[in-house]
């Protein structure tokens, strides 16, 4: 059985920054439920001592050295912004009025 | 912002022990970002320090920067910390608008040191042993600045606007083990511990260490337990206290605030709080909560740092003095008061003193002029403003009234040229033939002899009629062909006067 | 139709340097091309004819000029939508990123500007490349030039259709599940997914970082190698960046022997599960690689069981991640819920309009895999299993010198069959996924057709890390073979599309 619950699916939701309807809620709770049940199964593969795998290719000390690179000038780094105002992208307020 | 209610501090000691724990985060002043090759420069305009990867654009990638890696290790070796063999990145997601990608790059359980200690000073003279958990690596964000509303703060504005210069800027954070028994010492130990910190990352040359620019900043966790119990109470963590003295008030204001509600039998929120330093109090800000699921992960974009043995031992060699005993050297060197010495402590003058008196002056001729008139100097001028001058020049002033040359009252003149620009305290005082006469024994001389000629003038002085020196001044004058100070002939009149 | 649409990169090169074709010519005949099928193909979302042209005509001064060249310069090219260029919007098929033009190039891009090739356009995929139909692009979804009615695999559909319609010799693919593979395999077109590492990610757009790798796309296997070899290479902006060559994938194709190479067959994908015709097919190139004097042995890689449910882990939570910059603050889009709304809602909003319904799915699956109380269970689970996975490779790859399997389990398959299935349209990648979570190199090669619907079928051979020379020797010979038995090329099976 699913632990994939409307609620849980919210906060995932908000979480991850996405606005959902009820019925989006209501769908994607079976099918996440369905998909969550399906990769479960990876814990019954693996054992307390298997080592896990973040890179696929085993790699260290990769570094860059400390040089300054040509920056973006302020028109190009703001070319894709919906918004800007004196050289700064513009946001809508952070907080609701306290 | 409701002021909270405050338990007498004596009373809340009595009462509670204190636990405090602190983070530090230390800015690299590396010359280009964490992961980027732009410029790691304070006050540019907004958004040119920015490229694809600091701003987030779709398809960039981090790349680590070397030397901030190195002076990371430099940190961790300083503060006694074991080195992590094998430490990744990883990402700790959490959406705001001054974080472009969304997450923070950073370290989670392989920090790149861990395990460390820090002998602290406090006032009294105690020493305190503080346990370092770790200093990791991570990035910091962009600056927000918040439009509209009364106060230009976050609440109430009507719209942000965010400059990502600063961020991807290298930063040091380093957490302190839970510090018991510091009592009522607390805030005195946590600013301390703060000045410590600063020392250390000033003296490895990794980081500018202003806190005044936010290059040194401080969260102060807080927390009380009733004397004799074993549970960690519920703590607060004060956000981004930005000076020393704020972090001795801010500490000190959450035991009393805290003690109020133990006492009254309520219970602390476990939450982010806000110090106003022109209010001298903290505020609520956001409660701890499901929010805070920060879902680190390895940083697949980047590999993992694996920091050899023979890297760790030529960075190991490469650190200087620890502050603390540069300190217990100095002060046997230069043999000042231990007032004295820990005014110079306090004031932050320990390098210019030193560099001042290893370019030839004497120590207590170093210590009056960087305490004295350079510091009044320094106050007058906006915040963080420093003198214009070397000590190497100071030293050379020194210099020139040790050998006579020039006087106090025409050193200070001099000193005036010197931070105007007009080169170094010897070329002003030849430039405008300030190399006076000052030397008073061969004014006393010849003023003495002048005297001679005019018995009655002392005895004019004396009844106040100051016309008569000026017979005096003029032989003395003439005597010493136009090199003497007419207005220190005149003092010295006086002075014989006087006797 | 153009003769010269239909020839071989290999043999257009040729014509080039020879002058006996100009590169204007050559990107004229391509761009007629699409002028004429792209209606009806859908690969294109943006096409740049002006900037290939110009592209072209300097390639072509330059020759005249007697300047030294790139070998394949003047060779035009597509590229897949997720790889920013300046001149070009670069969607990645989602409506949040709809007409952003990035400020600079994707490492790939470079290179190929470098080379001298000019760009022909932009290529559908599946939004921010999760999905293998293409009916996932926010744009509509690329057709199988065989069956129009059928989907071109994905998520590089565009990639795939574009060289198999004739509107592009090469192509730029990009591969985290099977995204350059499985649309090669129902296409009857070739692709590789390099070793990962070996071409530069910078510029990509991120889908899932451990897992992306950038490849060729085109429809023989010498072109694909040539392909290869222009993008390959150590890039220092990408950390994961190979250091070393991996050497002349060209030359390695050209070996067209396999004698004493040990080839594995691995259990777990054959038999059961795969359509009839692409089993067949399967059986029948083992025994051209045997006759060959190739030596046929039998690997096991039990773990692969577990590889979809890791894949569906692992790339769900890197992606949550990597598309959380996608917050209407810096570029695209930025939808307004009403009036005085905080940044926090705008962000929500605009991430609920600008992603489709996969791309939700995903992010909040990975969202949910690397939440606290979940992380051990799923995520973590999850990278365990890619260590076994990776046992599995190296055992296997100790037996064996190459292995092969059919890249997908069906031949193209019906737009709208799938879609409303997420578990079913996983389950295409069965064979695709192991090698990027292994990290390994793979390719899908034409394999004759299926006798039941006439349909392409593909095989996928693998080698270990930096062997990327070997499939391209393995699968040199294997086309050769298959030319042999079958009497032409495979794309010359293909029907002709109806002209505009």
């Not at chain 3, 292994?438 to 004759?448: D, E, Q, R």
């Amino acid at each position: 059985m699913s632990e994939i619950t409307p609620d849980l699916v919210r906060h995932l939701a908000g979480l991850a920054r996405i606005l959902v309807s009820d019925d989006e809620v209501e769908q994607l709770t079976k099918q996440l439920g369905l998909i969550a049940d399906s990769v479960a199964t990876v814990s019954k593969a693996i054992d307390a001592d298997t080592p896990a795998t973040s890179h696929p290719i085993p790699m260290a000390n990769v570094f860059r050295e400390d040089v300054v690179e040509p920056s973006l000038s302020q028109a190009e780094a703001l070319s894709g912004a919906p918004d800007s105002y004196e050289g700064r992208f513009k946001v809508n307020a952070i907080l609701d009025e306290e | 912002m409701a002021k909270a209610e405050l338990m007498n501090y004596e009373k809340a000691l009595e009462q509670f022990e204190v636990v405090i724990g602190l983070e530090v985060h230390v800015e690299l002043n590396t010359k280009t970002k964490m992961f980027c090759g732009c410029k790691n420069e304070f006050g540019n305009e907004p958004n040119t320090n920015v490229c694809p990867i600091c701003i987030a654009l779709p398809g960039a990638l981090p790349a680590v920067n070397r030397t901030a890696v190195e002076s990371s290790i430099k940190i961790g070796l300083a503060l006694g910390c074991d080195i992590q063999p094998t430490g990744r990145f990883a990402r700790k997601n959490y959406f705001y608008p001054d974080l472009a990608k969304n997450f923070q790059t950073s370290q989670y359980d392989e920090p790149i040191a861990f395990n460390g200690s820090l002998e602290v000073e406090v006032p009294s003279g105690k020493v305190h042993n503080v346990l370092i958990e770790r200093a990791h690596m991570e990035e910091d964000a962009g600056k927000l600045t918040h439009i509209g509303g009364a106060t230009g703060r976050i609440q109430g504005a009507e719209y942000s606007l965010v400059d990502y210069n600063r961020a991807g800027v290298p930063l040091v954070e380093i957490v302190t083990k839970p510090v018991y028994g510091a009592g009522a010492e607390a805030p005195e130990l946590a600013a301390a511990y703060v000045r410590s910190i600063r020392e250390i990352v000033k003296a490895l040359g990794v980081s500018d260490a202003r806190m005044e620019r936010g290059n040194v900043r401080c969260d102060a966790n807080v927390s009380l337990r009733p004397h004799g119990t074993e549970k960690l109470g519920t703590r607060t963590e004060t956000k981004n206290v930005n000076s020393l003295r704020s972090i001795e008030r801010a500490v000190r204001y959450e035991i009393q605030r805290q003690a109020h509600i133990l006492a009254n039998g309520g219970t602390i929120i476990q939450e982010t709080r806000h110090w106003h330093e022109d209010k001298g109090a903290t505020s609520a800000g956001r409660p701890k909560s499901d929010a805070d699921d920060y879902r680190y992960f390895p940083e697949p974009d980047l590999v993992p740092v694996q920091p050899s043995k023979e890297l760790i031992e030529s960075l190991r060699a490469s650190l200087p003095e620890k502050p603390a005993d540069r300190r217990k050297r100095l002060a046997a060197e230069w043999n000042f008061s231990e007032l004295e010495f820990r005014d110079v402590v306090n004031a932050d003058l320990l390098d210019q003193i030193e560099e001042t008196v290893a370019a030839g002056a004497k120590p207590q001729a170093a210590r009056k002029w960087w305490m004295g008139e350079l510091a009044r100097i320094a106050n007058e001028a906006e915040e963080g403003a420093v003198p214009n001058i070397t000590p190497a020049q100071v030293a050379e002033l020194a210099k020139l009234i040790e050998d006579g040359k020039i006087n106090d009252r025409l050193a200070r003149e001099v000193l005036g040229y010197v931070l105007a620009g007009e080169g170094s305290p010897a070329e002003i005082v030849a430039a405008r033939g300030l190399e006076v006469v000052s030397d008073d024994g061969a004014l006393i001389a010849a003023i003495e002899a002048a005297l001679a000629n005019a018995p009655d003038v002392i005895p004019a002085i004396r009844e106040g009629r100051m016309q008569a020196a000026g017979q005096v001044i003029g032989a003395v004058m003439k005597a010493m062909a136009g090199s003497a100070d007419a207005a220190r002939v005149r003092e010295l009149l006086i002075e014989i006067a006087n006797k | 139709m153009s003769d010269l649409i239909r020839k071989n990169a290999s043999e257009l090169v040729e014509l080039l340097r020879s002058k006996e074709v100009s590169s204007v010519e050559v990107t004229k005949a391509h761009l007629e091309r699409s002028d004429a099928v792209d209606g009806a193909v859908h690969s294109y979302l943006y096409q740049s004819p002006e900037a290939a042209l110009i592209a072209a005509a300097e390639i072509d001064r330059q020759r005249a000029a007697g300047e030294s060249l790139h070998p394949l310069a003047g060779l035009p090219i597509a590229v897949k939508d997720n790889l920013c260029t300046t001149d070009a919007p670069t969607t990645a098929g989602s409506k949040i990123l709809e007409g952003w033009l990035p400020p600079y190039d994707a490492t790939v891009v470079k290179k190929l500007r470098a080379a001298g090739m000019p760009i022909l356009g932009k290529t559908n995929l599946d939004e921010f490349a999760m999905g293998s139909s293409t009916e996932f692009s926010a744009f509509g979804p690329s057709k199988n030039p065989w069956d129009l009615e059928r989907i071109p695999g994905g998520s590089g559909g565009g990639s795939s259709s574009v060289v198999a319609s004739f509107q592009a010799p090469l192509a730029i693919g990009s591969d985290t599940g099977g995204s350059i593979r499985f649309p090669a395999a129902v296409t009857g077109t070739v692709g590789t997914k390099p070793t990962y590492g070996a071409v530069s990610r910078f510029g990509v757009i991120a889908l899932a970082s451990s897992l992306d790798q950038v490849g060729p796309v085109a429809r023989n296997v010498l072109d694909t190698a040539l392909l290869q070899d222009v993008i390959a290479g150590h890039d220092k902006h990408d950390s994961t960046s190979l250091p070393e060559s991996l050497g002349s994938m060209a030359d390695a194709a050209r070996k067209l022997d396999v004698k004493g190479m040990r080839i594995g067959v691995i259990k777990q994908l054959t038999g059961e599960g795969f359509q009839k015709g692409v089993s067949a097919r399967f059986q029948e190139s083992l025994n051209l690689l045997q006759a060959a004097g190739a030596e046929i042995v039998e690997v096991s890689c039990p773990s692969f069981e577990y590889a979809i449910a890791a894949y569906y882990l692992i790339l769900p939570a890197e992606a949550s991640s990597n598309l959380a910059k996608y917050d209407s603050v810096r570029f695209g889009m930025r939808v307004e819920p009403g009036e005085n709304a905080t940044i926090e809602r705008v962000m929500a909003a605009t991430r609920e309009a600008g992603f489709g319904p996969e791309v939700k799915r995903r992010i909040i699956l990975g969202t949910y895999a690397l939440s606290s109380g979940s992380y051990d269970k799923y995520y973590g689970a999850a990278l365990k299993v890619r260590t076994l996975i990776q046992r599995d490779f190296a055992e296997a790859f100790s037996k064996a010198d190459v292995l092969v399997s059919p890249t997908a389990p069906t031949t193209a398959f019906k737009f709208g069959e799938k879609v409303d299935d997420p578990l079913a349209m996983y389950l295409n990648d069965i064979a695709t996924i192991p090698a990027n979570l292994a990290g390994i190199p793979g390719m899908s090669l034409p394999n004759g057709l299926a006798e039941e619907d006439g349909l392409p079928v593909g095989i996928q051979l693998l080698a270990p890390a930096r062997e990327d020379a070997r499939l391209y020797q393995v699968g040199g010979f294997l086309e050769k073979a298959h030319e042999q038995v079958w009497g032409k090329r495979m794309i010359d099976f293909a029907p002709e599309l109806e002209v505009r």
